[in-house]
């Protein structure tokens, strides 16, 4: 999965300067065959990582606790602290494109200093009250941080210590692990100023999902990821289907609120009750 959606990324997105992160389960081998298969420019292994961030968080300690107890949190601590000084720029390997686009990873002047995937829910390590309040996380409405670019200024490791130093937010992101690396991303975009890619564009692959002529990439979460093999099939031996690169829109976000975040939670809970 990863060779194919990777080769895919540097085939359809100009410019691309492909880093891969380990998160500690490549095998010597596995990272041989990447070297081999796509145009690595770098590879992070996950012992060489942990103690470059060891150094880096030795002064957040919420955020180094946080990188230990959930492998996820790599991709918030690492990818952005790695990037030196450049924007990041950042692409799950279960992310395939289908065709070339332009400017995608390019800051645009008065644009927003983040842009991500939309998601057709509110996929995040949070409870409705943790929105309210004076203390309260402020989350743009359905984030996906499967793909996204982020100004590096703007990443704010001072708002993640005391983020993750709260009790309440602590115990929820235990609780619902899956996205609380997604929550943080989330929660800094919202600071930062936010945009989504048009999903008609980029998507999240969810039951209703359907390859169409302007699909420019789509993420295969866990609970869709058995459609990768189809959609493969269904598209080998497929030329370009337009000539001109698409640019993707990008949509200013709205604020997620604790009723419709409720309400996201609740829907999503019925639907697992039922089978669907």
Not at 73 to 81: E, I, P, R, Y
Not at 184 to 198: K, N, P, Q, V
């Amino acid at each position: 999965m990863g060779l194919t959606c990777l080769d895919a990324v540097v085939r359809c997105v100009a410019g691309v300067r492909l880093v891969v992160h380990d998160d500690g389960t490549l095998t010597d081998e596995d990272v041989a065959c990447l070297a081999k298969g796509l145009p690595v420019a770098e590879m992070l292994r996950r012992r060489q990582a942990d103690e470059i961030m060891q150094e880096r968080l030795s002064r957040y300690p919420a955020c180094a606790r946080a990188r230990r107890e959930n492998v996820l949190m790599l991709k918030l601590f690492d990818v952005a602290l790695m990037s030196g000084d450049a924007d990041i720029r950042y692409c799950d390997t279960d992310v395939l494109f289908f065709r070339a686009t332009s400017c995608l990873f390019e800051r645009t002047p008065g644009g927003p200093a983040a842009v991500f995937m939309q998601d057709s829910n509110h996929a995040y390590s949070a409870r409705p009250w943790h929105l309210l309040g004076p203390e309260a996380m402020r989350l743009p409405g359905h984030l996906n941080s499967g793909l996204f670019m982020f100004r590096r200024d703007r990443f704010d490791l001072d708002y993640l210590e005391w983020l993750l130093s709260r009790e309440a937010i602590r115990a929820v992101f235990a609780h619902i692990s899956v996205w609380a690396e997604q929550t943080c991303w989330a929660a800094l975009a919202h600071r930062a100023g936010c945009g989504l890619w048009d999903a008609e564009c980029i998507a999240v692959v969810d039951a209703d999902w359907t390859l169409e002529h302007r699909t420019v990439a789509a993420h295969f979460v866990s609970s869709s990821r058995h459609r990768l093999a189809e959609v493969l099939q269904q598209t080998q031996g497929a030329g370009a289907r337009e000539p001109a690169p698409l640019t993707v829109p990008v949509i200013e976000s709205r604020e997620c609120s604790a009723y419709e975040l409720g309400r996201s939670q609740i829907v999503r809970r019925l639907r697992r009750a039922c089978g669907f």
